[in-house]
């Protein structure tokens, strides 16, 4: 495997020195003395995994391209199984079960955020996860990327072409969810189960010839980096503009498409757990059980909030709500609350709350309907009629959810689709935004 990492660092544009290994000798006997095993029975961690970290452990960005792989020192056993890893924007762990240690196939599992129980990722050959993760680990690192729909024949055909896998072993070729290969200076890796094929390089001239070698239609997309942190003096003005949002009143504001409006509703329960566990109870989570939280349809239109008197405590977090189908819990670590600045998916809470709400009140209406549109269309949308609910860059340059309206007509942009959805209470009221505003909508 090192040698075939060393093939992909051709498209790495800074090679670290390799990574010392040491610490993978005291996970084993970590992960033996938690089964159990002594002498002869031992079990070892993945040579795939210890190859992996000693080719790229020194490498920090290469670490958090895309998916979060711990730091070499940070890998632990926690929740029976060696986590090494967070999913995208920390959607849940990635890990191997201790119980798969000495199977003779292994398998890397998934673990949802808040969660406790761990789903296998597929079995197939650590050589296989590994690899293809480094390579879309790299492929997010490039400065052109481009993407193009193909079913799973059409993409076996296509690598028959002058197009290289790193390594023609079935392992690599066959089985999982993700294959990589190599064009001339572009780096490949293409996701069977989504049916896209990824194509990045240093230089966009390089697209605009594969597309015409190979008769495609590239999408351009934009790497996904994560976010960068924030200095001192940008943190303080950030606060700033959070302490200057009135959530209540900016909740009023969408009670004029609610199909009902309901009365306050009785939050004692939350005070009263915030006492017993010793917490500050967030302003912005009152606030919005205040509001909302008599009306059962908004409650479970799309994500599903707790009742109140079921929010819980638990595993060292504030929980409160499930995402659509019962996917993740989601939830706030007691550490990060800090009186009005605790943030869900790097989002600050009132924001994050605001946005669902949105989107909370547009799944209850009857008529809804979506336009893909580039996130710079948007911009350019926004600016013929449609406003905002607040004009901060809080909410404006949000990198999750726009929220906005027009007339009767709800709109919540969803930046990571580029997707705009509208909804209204009656179907005629999307029929003249659409003709007003020139626009192809799929109805919902």
């Not at 594969?210 to 008769?215: C, K, L, V």
């Not at 239609?217 to 009135?246: C, T, Y």
Request: contains cysteine.
């Amino acid at each position: 495997m090192l040698d075939m990492y060393k093939k992909l660092d051709m498209f790495r544009e800074h090679v670290t020195a390799e990574k010392e290994v040491d610490r993978f000798a005291k996970l084993e006997k970590e992960i033996n003395r938690r089964l159990g095993l002594t002498e002869k029975n031992t079990v070892s961690i993945p040579k795939a995994m210890i190859d992996f970290y000693r080719h790229f452990g020194n490498d920090e960005e290469f670490l958090n391209a895309y998916e979060h792989f711990y730091r070499l020192e940070d890998i632990r056993v926690e929740d029976q199984a060696l986590v090494f890893a967070e999913k995208y924007k920390h959607t849940g762990r990635l890990g191997i079960k201790l119980v798969s240690f000495g199977a003779p196939h292994m398998s890397v599992s998934y673990c949802p955020s808040d969660m406790h129980t761990w789903y296998s990722e597929g079995i197939f050959e650590m050589e296989h996860f590994f690899f293809d993760y480094a390579c879309w680990q790299i492929l997010s690192m490039l400065p052109f990327i481009a993407a193009v729909r193909m079913k799973t024949e059409a993409y076996q055909d296509f690598m028959t072409k002058d197009v290289h896998y790193f390594n023609d072993d079935p392992m690599y070729t066959t089985g999982g969810g993700l294959y990589s290969g190599y064009y001339k200076n572009m780096l490949l890796c293409y996701l069977s189960l989504e049916e896209e094929l990824y194509i990045a390089t240093r230089n966009e001239q390089d697209l605009k010839e594969f597309e015409q070698q190979f008769g495609l239609k590239l999408k351009m997309v934009k790497p996904k980096k994560p976010a960068k942190a924030r200095n001192s003096s940008a943190q303080k003005k950030r606060l700033e503009a959070l302490k200057e949002i009135r959530l209540e009143e900016m909740l009023q504001q969408l009670d004029v498409f609610r199909n009902h409006i309901t009365a306050p509703k009785e939050v004692d329960t939350l005070t009263a757990l915030g006492r017993k566990n010793n917490i500050v109870m967030p302003e912005a989570l009152i606030e919005f059980y205040r509001h909302f939280g008599n009306d059962g349809d908004f409650m479970t239109a799309y994500y599903c909030f707790d009742k109140p008197e079921e929010i819980s405590v638990e595993e060292g977090s504030l929980l409160f709500c499930y995402t659509h189908q019962y996917a993740d819990r989601l939830g706030i670590a007691l550490e990060n609350l800090s009186a009005g600045n605790e943030e869900i998916c790097e989002t600050p809470l009132k924001i994050f709350l605001f946005h669902i709400a949105v989107w909370q009140i547009m799944n209850t209406r009857i008529a809804m309907a979506a336009v893909e549109m580039s996130r710079r269309k948007f911009d350019m949308f926004m600016k013929k009629g449609p406003c905002y609910f607040h004009n901060s860059e809080l909410f404006t340059k949000d990198q999750r959810f726009r929220a906005a309206y027009y007339k009767t007509v709800l709109i919540c942009y969803i930046v990571e689709e580029e997707t705009m959805y509208v909804s209204a209470k009656e179907d005629h009221a999307l029929n003249e935004f659409e003709e007003m505003f020139q626009l192809d909508l799929d109805w919902c």
